[in-house]
């Protein structure tokens, strides 16, 4: 685990393997979120990017017998 250090200016740097393991670029956009005791950074991605990510997902619904 990394430990990071924030600057006089709140500034944080993200570690080379964290950027490279998640693909992040220079100018990629993270939304913030505070979540109880912890901030956590999402990269925000191109909608086209997702295409496929769920490929072979089962989308069948169990219904009850009246719902058919």
């Known amino acids: 685990m990394d430990t ?3 600057s006089p200016k709140y500034q944080v740097v993200i570690p ?3 950027r490279e393991a998640m693909d992040l670029k220079p100018g ?3 939304q913030v979120v505070q979540f ?3 901030i956590e950074l999402i990269p925000l991605r191109n909608v086209k990017s997702l295409r496929g990510s769920l490929a072979g997902l089962d ?3 169990p219904r009850d017998d009246d719902r058919v």
Do not use: A, G, H
């Open 36 to 38: 109880n005791d912890r």
């Open 59 to 61: 989308t069948r619904v």
């Open 16 to 18: 080379r393997k964290v």
């Open 28 to 30: 990629t956009r993270l």
């Open 4 to 6: 990071i250090k924030i």
